[in-house]
């Protein structure tokens, strides 16, 4: 089986911060980062060489593989910011519709703008969705 290549590594958070070319991508995942720290109690923590963590979990299929992964986590990709939300979108129906304007993946929740989206309903999104997978209650 190949290994995975996103793993929790000593990088430093702020370096790569401060790394990101556009300003206003900076400035939000600053503040994503600032957020998400608050509402899981946990430090941040480079995963891979372009994705903030927070916690993290064991998983294992029943194929066999396992491994280890963030809890939540943040990226500040060229086209949006993508929060990294473990337990999927299902289970949060109630504070996706309070959330603003977004787009989502399986577990990726893809932001343009922080001025588009609540960032209270982002706090309480990271908050439960953590919660979840602290108790092995991950997945979709």
């Known amino acids: ?23 206003q991508r900076r400035r939000d995942c600053r503040a994503v980062v600032e957020l998400m720290a608050d509402a899981t109690g946990e430090s941040p923590a480079m995963w891979g060489d372009s994705i903030i963590g927070f916690g993290s ?6 194929t066999g593989r396992e491994g280890d992964w963030m809890a939540t986590g943040v990226s500040p990709r060229k086209q949006s910011l ?15 519709k309070r959330l603003g304007r977004y787009t989502t993946g399986k577990s990726c ?14 706090r309480e999104l990271v908050r439960e969705s953590f ?10």
Do not use: C
């Not at 919660?131 to 979709?140: E, H, L, N, P």
């Open 82 to 96: 993508t929060v990294y939300i473990m337990t999927g979108f299902q289970r949060h129906e109630a504070l996706m």
């Open 57 to 62: 979990y064991h998983y294992k299929y029943p």
């Open 1 to 23: 089986m190949a290994e995975l290549k996103t793993k929790r590594n000593d990088a430093d958070v702020s370096v790569f911060l401060d790394a990101i070319e556009n300003e």
């Open 109 to 122: 929740l893809y932001i343009k703008k922080l001025e588009d989206i609540d960032l209270e309903v982002l």
């Open 131 to 140: 919660a979840r997978v602290s108790k092995g209650q991950y997945g979709w």
